[in-house]
T-cell receptor, first 116, second 112 residues
Framework: DAGITQSPRHKVTETGTPVTLRCHQT?????MYWYRQDPGHGLRLIHY???????DKGEVSDGYSVSRSKTEDFLLTLESATSSQTSVYFC???????????????FGPGTRLLVL | GDSVTQMEGPVTLSEEAFLTINCTYT??????LFWYVQYPGEGLQLLLK?????DKGSNKGFEATYRKETTSFHLEKGSVQVSDSAVYFC???????????FGKGTKLSVIP
């Protein structure tokens, strides 16, 4: 199993509060991703990173920001949480990204977030 | 844009039955194709993949063949077990893209 941990694993918060989710990897992979999983939607990409301090937006980035100050850590911040951000959030990593079309992404265990 | 369509569940089968979960895709160029499995309460695990036309991915008795002519990547298993109960996701990654595009998932329940 890829060495990926996410914290916290479960969180309940109130609308309007900031929330930060952490993804930590021990594989030294260059690429990291944040997805959200919602019923009827599969998984959708929020943001990704292709190196330290190098990040870009995915399909559903509104209301989210990310930071990556170290290779091993990728943080996802909900600047002001809303009920529509209630979801399960998955971090993923891959060794290469853009040029490796076949590159496999490995997923963490997920964080279940409830915004009241 | 890229998209993946997979059969909607839930699917309920008896143990030792034959499984097929259909997956078709729309993409430009030559994407790589994946099946991921999610067991209850867990993250996604790669089940198998194929990177070019006519490739067959296989793992744990599951198989899928990359069919470019029908833009399909159907998942099959000859004899399912109770332990195969999970949600299965078909996904593609286009050449020149960072993003995995997922289908909505198919929940499989296998009963003894």
């Amino acid at each position: 199993d890829a060495g990926i941990t996410q914290s916290p694993r479960h969180k309940v918060t109130e609308t309007g509060t900031p929330v930060t989710l952490r993804c930590h990897q021990t594989e030294n992979h260059r690429y990291m991703y944040w997805y959200r999983q919602d019923p009827g939607h599969g998984l959708r990409l929020i943001h990704y990173s292709y190196g330290v301090k190098d990040t870009d937006k995915g399909e559903v980035s509104d209301g989210y920001s990310v930071s990556r100050s170290k290779t091993e850590d990728f943080l996802l911040t909900l600047e002001s949480a809303t009920s529509s951000q209630t979801s399960v959030y998955f971090c993923a990593i891959s060794e290469s990204g853009f040029y490796g079309g076949e590159e496999t992404q490995y997923f963490g265990p997920g964080t279940r977030l409830l915004v009241l | 844009g890229d998209s993946v369509t997979q059969m909607e569940g839930p699917v309920t089968l008896s143990e030792e039955a034959f499984l097929t979960i259909n997956c078709t895709y729309t993409a430009t160029g030559y994407p790589s194709l994946f099946w991921y499995v999610q067991y209850p309460g867990e993250g996604l695990q790669l089940l198998l993949k194929a990177t070019k036309a006519d490739d067959k991915g296989s793992n744990k008795g599951f198989e899928a063949t990359y069919r470019k002519e029908t833009t399909s990547f159907h998942l099959e298993k000859g004899s399912v077990q109770v332990s195969d109960s999970a949600v299965y996701f078909c996904a593609l990654k286009g050449a020149g893209s960072y993003q995995l595009t997922f289908g909505k998932g198919t929940k499989l329940s296998v009963i003894p």
